[in-house]
C-alpha cells in the first residue's frame, strides 16, 4: 500500500485563485468567483492523490495551475522543491516535460485532423526528442503501455474511428510517452461507461505501480476515489474540506459535506448505507459576513459559530485533517 | 398477477441508411406494471433511447418501427393514429428527455412553462385549476412556492430538473420514460433528484422506464433491470435477481465494474473484465461474443434464444445457467 515514498513531488501553498465573472454589457459591475481559496497540500512521490469535489469546486482550476496554464493570485506551487512560476527556459522545458494531463473529454482533447502516431508523436517533436526511427518506436511502445495492442493497427488511424475508451487511451499514450514523473488526470471518465471507466481505472493503477508515476486524480466519485487512490482531499467551494487516507476519509468521514456525498452514493439496493443525513432539505440563506460554506447546507452547524467564522484545517491525527468546527 | 400497463413485443426499429435498413433495436420484448419501473442500461449508441423515443412516436424521419407490438393501455401504439397518439402522448405517457434541463425557454417564468404544458393538453381546465395543479407539482418535486415566478437562469441545474420533472407529470400519465434524467448532475443532486423520482413514481402510482448508462443509478431506483447490448435485450429480471446472479457476460461485466465504497478496495488489477473491443455490432452472432471468454462457433453464428433463470429472470446467452 503507502509504501512509497513519503517526500513531496508536489506542493501547494496557500494557493487562491479567482476569477473575474459577469462583466455584462447591462453594465452591471463583475463579480469576483473564488475558485480556489487559500489551498494547501503535498502530493508525495509515488501516491495516487484524489481530489474529490462536485463540478465548480475548483477541482479543475487547481490542476490548470499545477500545470501551468493559468497562475495563482496568491501562494506558492513546488514541484520537486522548485517554485513552478519562477522556472524559465530549460528548466521550465524540463517541468512541462515530467508533468502530463490526461483530461476529461477524449472526445475534444484529440485533434480529429491528426492520426493517432500525430497525437502520440507530437510531445516528442516539440520537445525535440529523438528521430523519425526512434520516434515511431516510442509512439508504439506507449500506445502499448496503453494497452493499444498490436500498436500498428492504430497508428495510422483518426480519432472518430475509436471508441472513447480507445480514445481516452490514445490520450493516456501521449501523457505517457516523455515518461513525466506526475501525471494528473481529471476525470479521465466521465465520459465513458462504467465497464470502460473501470478498464481506465486498472491502466492507472498498472502505470503506477510499473512506472512509479506520481497522479493527481480529479474526480467527483467518491468509489472511484476508494478504489484507486491512497489518500484523498475532498474540496468544496474552493477550500479543502477534509483530507486523509482514502479509507479512512471514506470509511470513517468527519466532515459533514463529505458525509453528504457519501450519503449521496448508490447503494445497489444493499442496507449498509450509513444514512448521515447531514443535509439540510431546504438550504438556509448564505450570511454576509466570513463563513463556513457548507453553513448554509450543513444539518449540523453550530449557530453563532458556522455563521459567524470559517473553520481552520485542523489535524485530527498525523494523516488526517479536517476544516470543522464539529471537532 | 397485475395487469401490464405497457407490453413490448419483439420491437425493432431500424435507421434507413444508404445500404438499406440498419437496426438499431432488434426483437426487444418486456413489460412495465402499474406502478412498477424498468430500468434499461447498456452503453451509449445500444438503442435506449430509440426505443424511448419509439415508444413516444417520435422517431427521426430517417428511422421507422420495422417490427413488433407496442400494447399500451389496451391500444397498439405502433398502429393508432398520429392524431391520437398526439392524444396519448404527454397525457398518458410523458418523457423526460436527456439534458432537458437545458430546454426551458429562458424568456418565460418557469410557472408559464409548467402551466403551457397543462393547458395545451387539457385546453378545457380553468386557469385557477391550472395554478393549483402548478403549485401542487412544485409541492411534489420540492420546489419552494415563492420560486414560481422565477426565469429558469435564477434556478440551479438539479432544480431545472425538477421543473423538467414536474412537467412530465403535469397532466397525470400514467407511464413515464426517464432518459438519463441525471447524467449531468452532480451526485448529491442526482442523488436528490433519483428520491424525487421514487416517491411520485410510488406515490401516484406511475409506471416508468428508466433508461441510463449507469447500472448503479438504475439499481436505486427501479424495481426491474433490462439490460441492453447493441441494439438487442440481453437479460432481464428482477433488480436483485440481475445484481446477485448476472447470468449474462455482460451483464456479469457490468456488475463486476461497479466500483462500491466496501472496507476493502477493489483489487484493481486481479479483476477480470473485458479484454477485447466491441466487434461489428450487427454481424449475426451474439452481440458480445467478441469480448466473452465462453464465445463457441454457436456464439459466432448466432444469437441465443432467451433460457429461463427463473419465472421473472430470464438470459440471452446459451451459456447461461453454466457453471463458470
Known amino acids: 500500500m503507502n509504501t512509497h515514498g513519503s517526500s513531496p513531488i508536489l506542493s501547494m501553498t496557500d494557493v487562491t485563485k479567482t476569477y473575474r465573472s459577469g462583466d455584462s454589457l447591462l453594465g452591471s459591475s463583475g463579480s469576483r468567483v473564488v475558485a480556489l481559496d487559500h489551498i494547501s497540500l503535498d502530493i508525495n512521490a509515488g501516491e495516487i492523490f484524489g481530489l474529490v469535489g462536485e463540478s465548480g469546486s475548483g477541482k479543475t482550476t487547481a490542476s490548470r495551475l499545477i500545470v501551468g496554464l493559468e497562475s495563482p493570485d496568491d501562494g506558492r506551487i513546488q514541484f520537486d522543491g522548485k517554485d513552478i512560476l519562477g522556472l524559465k527556459g530549460r528548466a521550465r522545458r524540463e517541468f512541462t516535460k515530467q508533468v502530463q494531463v490526461i483530461f476529461q473529454d477524449p472526445y475534444q482533447s484529440l485533434n480529429a485532423h491528426f492520426s493517432i502516431f500525430d497525437t502520440v508523436c507530437e510531445p516528442l517533436v516539440i520537445h525535440g526528442v529523438g528521430d523519425r526511427a526512434s520516434r515511431r518506436i516510442r509512439v508504439c511502445e506507449a500506445l502499448e503501455t496503453a494497452e493499444l495492442t498490436p500498436p500498428e493497427s492504430y497508428l495510422n488511424r483518426y480519432p472518430h474511428q475509436l471508441s472513447g475508451g480507445q480514445r481516452q487511451r490514445v490520450a493516456i499514450a501521449r501523457a505517457m510517452i516523455l515518461e513525466p514523473r506526475f501525471l494528473i488526470a481529471d476525470e479521465p471518465t466521465s465520459m465513458l461507461d462504467a465497464s470502460i471507466s473501470f478498464q481506465i481505472f486498472r491502466l492507472l493503477h498498472r502505470l503506477r505501480e510499473t512506472f512509479g508515476v506520481t497522479m493527481l486524480f480529479i474526480t467527483h466519485s467518491l468509489a472511484a476515489a476508494r478504489n484507486l487512490c491512497d489518500r484523498v482531499g475532498v474540496i468544496y467551494r474552493g477550500r479543502l474540506v477534509e483530507q486523509g487516507t482514502a479509507r479512512e476519509t471514506i470509511m470513517h468521514p468527519r466532515h459533514p459535506y463529505t458525509k453528504a456525498l457519501l450519503d449521496a452514493h448508490p447503494r445497489f439496493g444493499c442496507s449498509n448505507h450509513h444514512g448521515y443525513d447531514t443535509l439540510l432539505d431546504v438550504e438556509r440563506p448564505r450570511p454576509k459576513n466570513d463563513h463556513c460554506l457548507f453553513y448554509p447546507r450543513c444539518r449540523l452547524a453550530i449557530n453563532n459559530t458556522c455563521n459567524l467564522q470559517a473553520p481552520k484545517l485542523k489535524n485530527l491525527d498525523a494523516a488526517h485533517r479536517v476544516s470543522c468546527f464539529l471537532y | ?324
Request: charged share 20%; aromatic share 4%; proline share 4%.
Open chain 2, 1 to 324: 398477477m397485475t395487469t401490464a400497463l405497457l407490453e413490448v413485443d419483439n420491437l425493432s426499429i431500424g435507421y434507413r441508411t444508404t445500404t438499406g435498413i440498419d437496426l438499431a433495436v432488434d426483437g426487444v420484448s418486456f413489460r412495465v406494471d402499474r406502478g412498477g419501473s424498468l430500468g434499461l442500461v447498456g452503453e451509449s449508441g445500444c438503442g435506449k433511447t430509440t426505443i424511448g423515443m419509439g415508444l413516444m412516436r417520435l422517431l427521426a424521419s430517417n428511422a421507422r418501427i420495422v417490427s413488433g407490438q407496442v400494447r399500451f393501455e389496451g391500444e397498439d401504439l405502433t398502429t393508432v393514429s398520429e392524431e391520437r397518439m398526439r392524444e396519448i402522448r404527454w397525457r398518458r405517457i410523458s418523457m423526460i428527455f436527456q439534458a432537458a434541463m437545458n430546454a426551458l425557454n429562458p424568456v418565460h417564468r418557469v410557472q408559464d412553462q409548467i402551466a403551457e404544458a397543462i393547458i395545451t393538453h387539457e385546453p378545457g381546465l380553468s386557469s385557477h385549476a391550472v395554478a393549483h395543479r402548478t403549485r401542487s407539482l412544485f409541492e411534489l418535486v420540492k420546489i419552494p412556492e415563492d420560486r414560481l415566478q422565477d426565469y429558469p437562469h435564477q434556478f440551479s441545474g438539479g432544480m431545472r430538473q425538477r421543473v423538467i420533472i414536474a412537467m412530465a407529470l403535469a397532466c397525470n400519465p400514467s407511464l413515464i420514460i426517464a432518459d438519463e434524467p441525471t447524467t449531468a448532475l452532480d451526485v448529491i443532486v442526482q442523488n436528490q433528484i433519483l428520491r424525487a423520482i421514487g416517491t411520485f413514481q410510488k406515490e401516484m402510482n406511475i409506471g416508468m422506464i428508466f433508461i441510463s448508462h449507469d447500472l448503479a443509478v438504475v439499481a436505486d431506483v427501479c424495481t426491474h433491470i433490462g439490460v441492453m447490448h447493441a441494439g438487442s435485450l440481453v437479460e432481464y429480471g428482477l433488480r436483485q435477481e440481475v445484481l446477485d446472479c448476472p447470468g449474462h457476460p455482460y451483464t456479469q461485466m457490468l456488475v463486476n465494474s461497479l466500483l462500491t465504497l466496501s472496507d476493502e478496495p477493489a483489487d484493481l488489477s486481479s479483476l477480470v473484465g473485458p479484454t477485447g473491443t466491441n466487434g461489428p455490432a450487427m454481424s449475426g452472432g451474439c452481440p458480445v461474443h467478441t469480448m466473452c471468454q465462453n464465445a463457441t462457433a454457436a456464439c459466432r453464428r448466432e444469437q441465443a434464444d432467451w433460457v429461463a433463470l427463473s419465472t421473472t429472470h430470464r438470459v440471452r446467452c446459451q451459456h447461461a445457467g453454466e457453471q463458470p
